[in-house]
């Protein structure tokens, strides 16, 4: 883990933690998803990510817990990012539905945030994001707020 990340760390997870999401994140982007630009947004973010699930079979869903709010992602193309409140839905409660419905993981009425990844998409999201509190600690990473 490179300093950078170890410092955002230390904000709010455990080295080995943090480690662990971190390799989660590169294996679900890097060799299934294959998109690199996606993995170091979410990097940057790594600090307030508690838990990463991949489901392949969901439009290869990725689902990030922090402590407040479910992120949700999707590898296919033509997918958008979902943010949704952490009481709403979470990976318990879709992991306890049995089998999984794609419609409940896209459910823009039940969202709290829908973002469509298109033209300048990484500003859009840092925006969000900031606007629920999340933020990059450090240098702006090239992208304008």
Same mark, same amino acid.
């Given at each position: 883990m490179n300093k950078s990340l170890k410092s955002q760390a230390i904000h709010g997870l455990s080295w080995?933690?943090?480690?662990?999401?971190?390799?989660?994140?590169?294996?679900?982007?890097?060799?299934e998803v294959k998109d690199k630009k996606r993995l170091e947004f979410w990097k940057k973010y790594i600090s307030y990510i508690k838990k990463v699930e991949f489901y392949k079979g969901l439009?290869?869903?990725?689902?990030?817990?922090?402590?407040?709010?479910?992120?949700?992602?999707?590898?296919?193309?033509?997918?958008?990012? &979902?943010? &949704?409140?952490?009481?709403n839905l979470n990976i318990k409660s879709i992991e306890g539905i049995g089998k999984i419905n794609l419609w409940k993981l896209k459910n823009?009425?039940?969202?709290?945030? &829908?973002?469509p990844h298109s033209g300048s998409w990484e500003r859009k999201f840092i925006?969000?994001?900031y606007n629920i509190g999340y933020e990059i600690k450090g240098k702006n990473y090239g992208y304008n707020r």
């Open positions: 080995s933690l943090a480690d662990k999401l971190i390799n989660q994140l590169e294996e679900i982007f890097t060799i439009n290869q869903a990725i689902i990030m817990e922090t402590a407040s709010h479910t992120f949700i992602e999707f590898g296919e193309k033509g997918n958008a990012f &979902y943010i &949704y409140n952490l009481e823009r009425e039940e969202a709290l945030i &829908y973002l925006n969000e994001l």
